[in-house]
């Protein structure tokens, strides 16, 4: 055999359970400020804000956003109270979802835990959370 082919095989062995096992974890859509925008003018996502309260009384919420916590001080989450949650806010069962934080890192984790749970739903989160909209001068937060 040559070269070439051996690595192509040792490639292609150690590299498809990898792109497997992560193309089901995260398929989930990351939008940018600038694709939110575009969603929001297209269709009509329901954009929740998972931070906790506290965090909205010193920033206010997103116009157009519902907030609803998805972690608790600790960490802690209930999957299936927030899908009930959720449930009665949607105004249709195959509305997106676009879930918002500070920084992204707490609405990607959730994003994937739904999405984990319901695969068929369309779920986003957006990247680098309500800090990308103040800084891509979109109409956002005041930055705390």
């Known amino acids: 055999m040559n070269t070439t082919y051996r690595i192509t095989c040792l490639l292609t062995t150690l590299l498809?359970?990898?792109y497997a096992s992560n193309s089901q974890a995260d398929h989930f859509t990351r939008l940018t400020a600038e694709q939110?925008?575009?969603l929001e003018n297209h269709a009509q996502p329901l954009l929740v804000d998972i931070r906790l309260p506290s965090e909205w009384q010193d920033t206010g919420l997103l116009p157009g956003s519902v907030g609803l916590t998805f972690f608790d001080q600790?960490?802690?989450y209930d999957l299936n109270a927030f899908k009930q949650r959720l449930a009665a806010l949607r105004t249709h069962p195959d509305q997106a979802v676009v879930l918002l934080c500070r920084s992204g890192?707490?609405?990607?984790?959730?994003?994937?835990?739904?999405?984990?749970?319901?695969?068929?739903?369309?779920?986003y989160d957006?990247?680098?959370?309500?800090m990308s909209l103040n800084a891509s001068s979109l109409p956002?937060?005041?930055h705390d």
């Open 74 to 76: 600790q960490g802690r």
């Open 16 to 18: 498809l359970p990898l």
């Open 36 to 38: 939110l925008t575009q």
């Open 105 to 123: 890192r707490r609405s990607a984790k959730a994003v994937s835990l739904l999405q984990a749970d319901r695969p068929s739903d369309h779920w």
């Open 140 to 142: 956002g937060l005041a």
């Open 126 to 130: 957006l990247e680098g959370g309500l």
